[in-house]
């Protein structure tokens, strides 16, 4: 459930910036964290801080148990169908860095089209802009609705028997949409064609089952669903896996090793080389506990109805531009007139509110806005509608006073 009372959870949040409580409105960048998570991650340092699957004394195996415990907490969040489908990485970066190398640079060749969308992170973007170099493949672009959508008719246009990879954002880091991925797969799949998606802002917020989206590749990150920072997860189908060889080589990830030949270990610790993510794995397993016990779809409709309320606001402030469609995620993003955005977070911050300004890692999405950055308020569970009257209150004064500085 969620309630105000959510708030006293996490400890950060109880504090004040620049004389003001905080209101912190960047959970998109990275959530706070509980201190169900925080305890977790430091009851792993001080009780059983020690490597995993490699030693057979004690502190070896609790360390091991609650690592490979995190797995199949995540296994079970996202409905994947096996834990040899669940690699945990440093975050959805390394986790797109990694179907990249494994398995787009070794299927693809010239002629071949990966299709992407203007809206996307530059962690879905530069990884396949790096791929159609190597491989001579194309990029083609799903083109976007004017209120910054993509329709399905767009996607059966751009997707041909030439595309061997279409890699998607589920929800939109800017605009809050919420992309039709599952269908999407349908197409992709239809003409043979693998699906990745982008999970890093949709799997915080809301119920992810990737069997039911049929994506082939799913990735995410932890530090923005509650876990700690640098560590993610790469979900892919076993048969994918299996026939893909590891990003990365070194201790962990072998089975045998000769002095001019090697093997690998199976699923999912071939991908997962070198000394792993231990604490971080733990504290996403603790966030996952963390957000079930709250329920997804609780956090789902929390956010939507503070969307909504935002949009609302916002729509009667004059002066103000709001980019995105009406039905979203917990995300606005927005610009005051003739007032660079990070000028106005710079006026917000003064009031103890956090907000994000900048092109948000999605610079082609600005130019296609035409404009060179936004300001965004994004928002989580322990976000209220009083934090949203802050943020409007905070906008009158920026406004003001630029308004006098400008006359």
């Not at 609790?62 to 996202?78: H, M, P, S």
């Not at 071949?112 to 083609?140: C, F, R, Y």
């Not at 030949?261 to 996403?284: C, D, M, N, Q, R």
Request: hydrophobic share 40%; with cysteine; glycine share 8%.
């Amino acid at each position: 459930m969620v309630d105000a009372t959510l708030k006293k959870q996490f400890p950060l949040l109880d504090q004040n910036v620049n004389g003001h409580p905080l209101v912190y409105l960047d959970s998109a960048a990275t959530s706070q964290k509980p201190f169900q998570v925080i305890e977790a991650v430091e009851r792993y340092y001080k009780t059983c801080n020690s490597n995993v699957h490699r030693g057979v004394h004690t502190l070896g195996t609790q360390a091991t148990d609650a690592y490979e415990g995190a797995r199949e907490k995540v296994r079970a969040f996202i409905n994947a169908s096996s834990l040899e489908e669940i690699i945990f990485t440093r975050g959805t970066t390394t986790a797109i860095n990694t179907v990249a190398t494994s398995y787009a640079r070794a299927n693809l060749t010239e002629g071949d089209e990966i299709v992407i969308t203007p809206m996307e992170h530059h962690s879905n973007l530069i990884p396949w802009q790096q791929v159609a170099k190597q491989t001579g493949a194309t990029l083609s672009y799903i083109p976007l609705e004017d209120d910054g959508s993509i329709s399905l008719a767009a996607v059966e246009k751009t997707i041909t028997e030439k595309t061997k990879i279409v890699s998607v954002v589920h929800v939109s880091n800017v605009f809050g949409v919420i992309n039709p991925v599952k269908e999407i797969a349908e197409v992709a799949h239809r003409h043979g064609a693998v699906m990745m998606v982008d999970g890093a802002q949709s799997t915080p917020h809301m119920k992810v089952d990737v069997q039911e989206l049929d994506c082939d590749f799913f990735a995410f990150s932890g530090h923005k669903m509650c876990a700690p920072t640098g560590i993610g997860v790469l979900y892919g189908k076993k048969e994918l896996l299996e026939n893909m060889e590891p990003a990365e080589f070194g201790g962990e990830m072998i089975d045998f090793v000769d002095l001019y030949e090697s093997t690998w270990k199976e699923l999912p610790w071939k991908f997962e080389g070198g000394t792993p993510i231990i604490a971080g794995a733990i504290g996403l397993g603790a966030a996952i506990d963390f957000l079930n016990d709250i329920g997804m779809d609780a956090i789902l409709a929390h956010e939507h109805d503070l969307a909504l309320y935002a949009m609302d606001q916002l729509q009667q402030f004059g002066g103000l531009t709001l980019y995105g469609p009406e039905h979203r995620a917990g995300v606005v993003t927005f610009n005051l007139d003739n007032v660079h955005p990070h000028d106005v977070a710079t006026i917000l911050d003064m009031n103890g509110i956090a907000v994000r300004a900048g092109h948000h890692c999605a610079q082609p999405l600005m130019k296609w806005l035409n404009v060179t950055a936004t300001a965004r308020a994004s928002f989580y569970l322990y976000n209220t509608k009083n934090d949203v009257d802050s943020l409007v209150k905070g906008l009158r004064q920026a406004k003001e006073y630029f308004g006098d500085v400008l006359s």
